[in-house]
């Protein structure tokens, strides 16, 4: 662990004077919450408790990578070989699941259409996100130069992506 000049300075000072068990523990956890806790990109500690304990009950005993966006916050984690995304506005609300497939599990009529919309086109990405609204379909194309994403109903009907983080 590396303390800061004004941390520093305040264990030492702190170390010079008496300490019972008590204080020392208050101290250790103050001085661990304000190194750890400090947030950003992976922790927790700058997630909101609503946020953390909505994902926790979906997803108990799942270690997740967290990260703030301009909807809310995306808890990140790996289950059954799968890369989960999970979205969440920052009132704890569920906004949608998102998980990269095969080709397979992807509907023929969303399939049909970007291979009708993009002909020389490459696939490269099949993403299956569910929301409250329904299931939607996410596919990234590659040519000509260019990475487009598409999002697409189960019926083939292109749509737009309320929480597209990209």
Known sequence: MSLDGHSRLTLEATMQLPVNRVSLSVLMTTLCLGVAGCGGSGSQGSVPDVVVQAFNTTYPNISSQ???MPYGYEAAFVQDGLEYEVEY???GEWLETE???Q???FPQAVLQAVRQQYPNYAITKYEIEL???GTFYEVEVEGNGQEIELYFDEQGQPTANANEDA
């Open 66 to 68: 967290w990260e703030q």
């Open 89 to 91: 506005s920052s009132d």
């Open 99 to 101: 998980y990269e497939v």
């Open 103 to 105: 080709e397979l599990q």
């Open 131 to 133: 929301t409250p609204t």
